[in-house]
């Protein structure tokens, strides 16, 4: 899977993810650390990206509508949890094939020992 990281996630996190064979794009590595979520949005959609983030802003369906998107995976974690926290949980989500094949087109809400995935509508 190819996904697109956003600042809200750790450096480390696009690095552990290659590490499990999927492809990702960090960001800041592209110019686009400072980007809007609508930019970073669109850059997904045109990319054809899995967006993974810590913004809870997109998992307003309202305004990030799933069936758009080659997947919206949101990490839910406490503010102070440490970058390696989040990525063993990224970690633990990549290695999660039967949510993985069902995650275009839908939003996945991760937090540790449970993954809600939203369904299109």
């Known amino acids: 899977m190819d996904f697109l990281i956003d600042a809200s996630l750790p450096r480390a996190a696009a690095q552990a993810i290659r590490n499990l064979g999927h492809q990702a ?3 800041r590595d592209i110019g686009m650390g400072g980007a809007t979520d609508d930019v970073i949005a669109a850059h997904a959609q045109a990319q054809q990206l899995c967006l993974l983030t ?3 802003d997109f998992a307003d369906i309202r305004n990030y509508p799933p069936d758009q998107y080659s997947g919206i995976a949101v990490i839910e974690l406490s503010n102070n949890a440490t970058a390696d926290v989040i990525v063993q949980l990224i970690e633990v989500f990549l290695q999660m094939p039967n949510i993985l094949n069902q995650l ?3 939003l996945a809400i991760v937090a540790p020992g ?3 995935l939203r369904p299109t509508p």
């Open 25 to 27: 794009t960090d960001v």
């Open 54 to 56: 810590r913004d809870y």
């Open 104 to 106: 275009p087109g839908r």
């Open 114 to 116: 449970r993954v809600r």
